[in-house]
């Protein structure tokens, strides 16, 4: 793996480890319509907390850069909570998705690594709502790979697009 010789390094020496206090994950909330992510603000838990939607544009992978997704609030206009990467870059994994109110409804749905570029996520069938999370890591410079489980209403179908 190669780490960017401009980051800060924190560790130890130590077999066992070492502690690390008074750390805080950085939120990012309330942001419109649309967000494009930072290099910099890999680590971030981003929150779709907008009923009408929100597309957050994922940065140029570098290996290693992790971005989780967190519903606070379910989605209920026409827009979709997307999550979309840079282009260039693909997605690759999988995650699940279901109806709480039907026992057998879940499902889960895959990303090729190669022509998934998009994850667009509504109220229904796809999963946009409260409670999903999505996970995403740069596993190389082309690729993110995204884990997560999502609530939705009804049969789910995947959410993975080519655009």
């Known amino acids: 793996m190669a ?15 070492s ?3 008074g750390a805080h994950r950085q939120v990012i909330q309330s942001v419109g319509a649309s967000r494009t992510l930072l290099p910099a ?11 009408t939607g929100i597309v957050y544009t994922l940065p140029s992978a570098v290996e290693g850069m992790e971005f989780e997704f967190g519903y ?3 989605r209920t206009s026409t827009n979709a909570y997307k999550i979309l990467t840079a282009t260039g870059d693909f997605l690759l994994g999988a995650y699940m998705a279901g109806d709480p109110a039907i026992a057998t409804s879940g499902d889960v749905f895959t990303a090729d ?3 998934h570029v998009a994850l667009t996520l509504d109220a229904d069938t796809e999963g946009g709502v409260i409670g999903g999370l999505i ?4 596993i190389n410079a082309t690729q993110w790979y995204i884990t997560g489980m999502v609530v939705g209403t009804g049969t789910m179908t995947t959410g993975f697009a080519t655009s």
């Open 19 to 21: 502690i690390l206090t």
């Open 41 to 51: 603000e890999s680590g971030s838990l981003c929150m779709f907390d907008v009923a």
């Open 3 to 17: 780490i960017s010789s401009s980051l800060e390094r924190v560790n130890t020496t130590r077999a066992s480890g």
């Open 72 to 74: 606070s609030v379910s």
């Open 135 to 138: 996970r995403v890591v740069a």
């Open 113 to 115: 690594g190669s022509t």
